[in-house]
C-alpha cells in the first residue's frame, strides 16, 4: 500500500512540475512586465520580397497576435497616461520580429501576478440623455 501511495505522489508531481521550468516561469513573468509596459521594445516588420523594412515601432509596448483577424495588435505607452494603438496585417510576404533593447530581471522560482483595484472598482462614464432616464410616476 506505502508503495501505491509513493508511486502516485511521484506521479502527482511529475504532473504538477510539467511546464513549470524555470525558463517558462521567467518567460511568464516577462510576459507580464511588457503587459504592464514595463519593458523597452523594438517591433520591426520586413517585406520579405523587397526585403525593405515597412515598419518600425519602438517603446513601452505589449504586443497581442490577432490569429482570428491575421494581424499583430502593438498597444504602447508614450506618456504617464497616454497609450498609442497599432493594427499590423500579417501576410505571406510580410515577417515581423521583436526585440527585447534592455535586460530586465524576472524570477525563475516565483510567478508574478498583478493585482490592479481600479479594475475590480472601475471608473464609469455616463454617455446618454437625462431624458431617457425613468420619471417618477404619482
Known amino acids: 500500500m506505502k508503495k501505491i501511495i509513493s508511486l502516485i505522489l511521484v506521479i502527482l508531481i511529475m504532473i ?5 521550468d524555470d525558463a517558462n516561469i521567467a518567460s511568464e513573468n516577462l510576459v507580464k512586465q511588457a503587459d504592464n509596459f514595463e519593458i523597452y521594445r523594438r ?14 515601432i519602438e517603446g513601452l509596448c505589449s504586443i497581442t497576435v490577432d490569429r482570428l483577424d491575421n494581424q499583430l495588435e502593438v ?5 504617464e497616461r497616454e497609450y498609442k494603438k ?6 505571406d510576404n510580410v515577417a515581423y520580429f521583436v526585440e527585447q533593447l534592455e535586460s530586465t530581471e524576472a524570477s525563475a522560482y516565483h510567478y508574478r501576478v498583478t493585482f490592479k483595484p481600479q479594475v475590480i472598482l472601475p471608473d464609469i462614464d455616463f454617455r446618454g440623455s437625462t431624458k431617457d432616464l425613468p420619471t417618477k410616476q404619482i
Not at 517591433?43 to 518600425?56: A, P, R
Not at 498597444?75 to 506618456?79: E, H, N
Open 16 to 20: 504538477i512540475s510539467t511546464g513549470c
Open 86 to 91: 497599432h493594427f499590423l496585417g500579417l501576410a
Open 75 to 79: 498597444i504602447c505607452k508614450t506618456g
Open 43 to 56: 517591433v520591426v516588420f520586413l517585406n520579405g520580397i523587397t526585403d525593405n523594412y515597412i515598419l518600425e
